[in-house]
Each structure stands twice: as structure tokens, then as C-alpha cells.
């Protein structure tokens, strides 16, 4: 047994039915997989122990948050590599585990393989595509494969990051230890997720704050200190325009949320604090970027 499949989950049964039913369509090789149910309400825990007894299941007794989950699964991993899925995420290519594993042969210095991600509820009816492999800046957590050698010789993902900024976080982590990300896509996944729908969502703003609080915590965590204080100050100053111009207010409390977390975390960055050499940002500066969203050229 090479790898495994984790997920986190809570409260969306449903929705890791057709994920989990995914993974039994597509993967041909031995796998282990591993679920972490986040102190759901919704009967998940009782569902997979009663229907898919070789899964291992880690059940919390309140809820813990994503990263501590991730990090929870990570630490129980017992095989070579470890596929991230989210648990809203489908399988879509043919023996995704088989191409990893050649992947990985052929790229030793490859630590993780970010997975080609199409978003929507529903599937394109062409899947073709004419991009190649290429080594990038990061990866997206609801799809990509660790070499487990890579993620033990780092830290793991800061779970007082709460929620986004961790994958970020491990590829600078990665980069200082020369490690690489590849971006492959030739592995395809449906995150079955409506983007246009969920900027409607109540908890827009919120995440919308959350994702500008971990961009500021990578940078001021990796970039060095002149770049960093100039794209801190840079990344005021433009959210201040778009509240502006937009008449939002809610960008503006966003704004003001993100520079509270920053202060309560104070001590977190200066603990974690891991600068880039200019010689190592330059690297970074020069690696393409994260491929996050896949659209279909019909």
C-alpha cells in the first residue's frame, strides 16, 4: 500500500456520499483511507463505521477546526504518499494514485502534486485540455498529493491560521527545504462548489476577511522585511479603494477584522517567523502561479 485518502468533514453527509462514491469508481489500487469527522451532528460518524468499515475514522469530541483535522490525518498516515480531498471533491481522472506514483518516480524533488480543479456543481462534457505539467508557487487544499518524506521535514500547517493561508504556508515551508509543487493535470477533480452562489453566502465577508488575514500572515511570516511592509501597506491602501469606490462598508469592516487578527497573532509570526533570502524570493517571484481554477476551452 503506496497511499492515502483523507478527508475532513462536518456536518455534510451528503455531499461526502458522492465524494467517497468517487474515490470507489476510480481508484483500482489498494488505498487506505482515512476520515476525520469534526464532531458532526448529522449521524456521520455512525454512517461510515456502519457502511465502509475498512475506512479509519477519527471522530472529535467538539469541534476542532480544519487545520487541526488536517494536521490530525497527516500525523496517522502510514503510506508513502497522501492525497487531500475535500470532502465536496470528486474524482474524476482514471487511476489518479498510479499516474501520482509515476509522477513522483520521475520527479524526486517534486513534494506535492496540485491536481487540475474544475469548480461547479455540475461536470463540463469536455474534459480535454492542452496545458502541460509545471512547477508552481502552491497548491489548493480541496485536491493535491503529498510525498510524506516532504511534509515530515517541515512544520505542520499553523492551526491558528484557522482557516485558508495553510497550503501557502507549507509552500514556503517547502521551498526553504528545496522541495518543489507541481501543478499536473493530467489528475482531475470536480469541486462541486457554486462560486457565484457563495458570494451571496451570509458567511461571504467573513471568509473573504479570513483569506486577507492569512495573506497577510504568510507575508509577514516568509517575505523579507522591506517587500513585506511594502505589500502590507500596498494591501491597505487598495482594500481602503475598493470600499471606496464599491460604497461597501463590509469591505472596510473585512479591512479592520484582518489588522485585529494580525495584532492578536503577534507573537504566532514572531515565533514562526522563517525569512526568504532575496535569492529564495527571487526564486519564488519567478515560479508560476497557482493553478486554481480549470475551465474547459470548447
Known amino acids: 500500500m503506496d497511499c492515502s485518502i483523507l478527508i475532513s468533514t462536518r456536518n455534510r453527509i451528503s455531499e461526502l456520499k458522492v465524494t467517497l462514491s468517487s474515490i470507489d469508481k476510480k481508484i483500482g489500487e489498494d488505498v487506505e483511507i482515512l476520515v476525520c469527522d469534526d464532531n458532526s451532528s448529522d449521524g456521520t460518524f455512525n454512517y461510515l ?4 468499515p475498512k475506512i479509519r475514522v477519527f471522530q472529535n469530541s467538539k469541534r476542532m477546526g480544519y487545520l487541526f483535522n488536517r494536521n490530525l490525518l497527516m500525523s496517522k498516515v502510514r ?10 471533491a470528486s474524482l474524476i481522472s482514471e487511476k489518479p494514485l498510479k499516474k501520482c506514483k509515476e509522477y513522483f518516480e520521475k520527479h524526486p524533488s517534486c513534494g506535492v502534486i496540485a491536481f487540475r480543479i474544475f469548480w461547479g456543481r455540475s461536470l463540463p462534457s469536455n474534459f480535454n485540455h492542452s496545458e502541460n505539467s509545471k512547477r508552481v508557487k502552491s497548491f489548493v487544499g480541496c485536491g493535491h ?3 510524506m518524506d516532504a511534509w515530515r ?3 505542520s500547517y499553523p492551526e491558528w491560521f484557522k482557516f485558508y493561508g495553510e497550503e501557502n504556508f507549507a ?8 522541495w518543489e509543487i507541481h501543478y499536473v493535470p493530467e489528475i482531475l477533480i470536480n469541486h462541486r462548489v457554486d462560486n457565484i452562489k457563495r458570494q451571496k453566502d451570509k458567511d461571504f465577508y467573513r471568509r473573504r476577511s479570513n483569506a486577507l488575514k492569512a495573506d497577510w500572515f504568510n507575508i509577514l511570516l516568509f517575505y523579507p522585511t522591506k517587500n513585506a511592509a511594502r505589500l502590507i501597506f500596498y494591501s491597505i491602501v487598495k482594500q481602503f479603494e475598493k470600499a471606496w469606490i464599491q460604497r461597501d462598508s463590509k469591505v472596510l469592516i473585512s479591512l479592520f477584522k484582518s489588522m485585529i487578527g494580525i495584532l492578536l497573532n503577534l507573537d504566532n509570526i ?4 522563517n525569512q526568504l533570502t532575496q535569492k529564495e524570493f527571487r526564486k519564488w517571484k519567478g515560479l508560476s502561479n497557482t493553478q486554481i481554477y480549470w475551465s474547459p476551452n470548447n
Open 145 to 147: 498529493i503529498w510525498r
Open 270 to 273: 514572531l515565533k514562526e517567523r
Open 171 to 178: 509552500s514556503f515551508q517547502l521551498l526553504k527545504k528545496d
Open 49 to 52: 463505521k456502519n457502511n465502509f
Open 79 to 88: 503510506t508513502k504518499f497522501a492525497m487531500s480531498l475535500d470532502d465536496d
Open 153 to 155: 521535514g517541515i512544520p
